[in-house]
């Protein structure tokens, strides 16, 4: 059996991948693909912790451009990714994994509070842990949401697993021309605005020396393949510009 690179991991899951091709809602095939894909490093033996987004059903910032008020529409976000967590914690547990929701806003009906011991202890036993509701503040993304817990529990990479296959100078859709990087510092994120995750979340990864593997999900295997250190998408860490490019 091939040994994992990383050991313990956060995942972060945008919204938009649970969604599919249809672009919004939820699409079960994806997400029973996501869940098969997560049981395989599970079995590997890797703690493994899922922050999810929640862009399929319900975007903050859309909300404020509608005239919501900016707090509560973020708010409103939060509850979309739990509804996407209870959806993932389904699938894992229909193959057989073992999960938990740990939400960041209490309603204890359907899931844990987030409690910081209690989410290590549960990656002890073997279990996937996902965290829902972002921070429980508003203003703050789910990817800062995801730096902040990989620091929590101290987790050796966050896998973030994209639509695109890496990190690019511009968009590989409206632009053909575009370059791919093999490998950035979180300056080079920082500075040139790369949008691989915003500058709260990039600046705690650089604080805490997190790195950061960004790949696409559309591609079958490949949580498993950055689980095992191959050489896959975009590499992001260290301080210094690594900016090195296909």
Known sequence: MPQPKYKQVILKLSGEALAGERGFGLDPAVVRTIAQEVKEIHDLGVKVGIVVGG???????????MGIDRATADYMGMLA???NA???QDALEKVGVDTRVQTAIEMRAVAEPYIRRRAVRHLEK???VIFAAGTGNP???TDTTAALRAAEIEADVILMAKRVDGVYDSDPHKNPEAKKFRELGYIDVLN???GVMDST???LCMDNDIPLVVFGLSTPGNIKRAVLGEEIGTFVGGEQSGNRSH
């Open 55 to 65: 862009g399929n059903i319900w975007r903050g910032v859309a909300g404020s451009e």
């Open 192 to 194: 040139q605005g790369l």
């Open 81 to 83: 990714t739990v509804i």
């Open 126 to 128: 073997g279990r996937v």
């Open 139 to 141: 203003y703050f993304t």
């Open 201 to 203: 979340a990039a600046s």
């Open 86 to 88: 209870l959806a993932l």
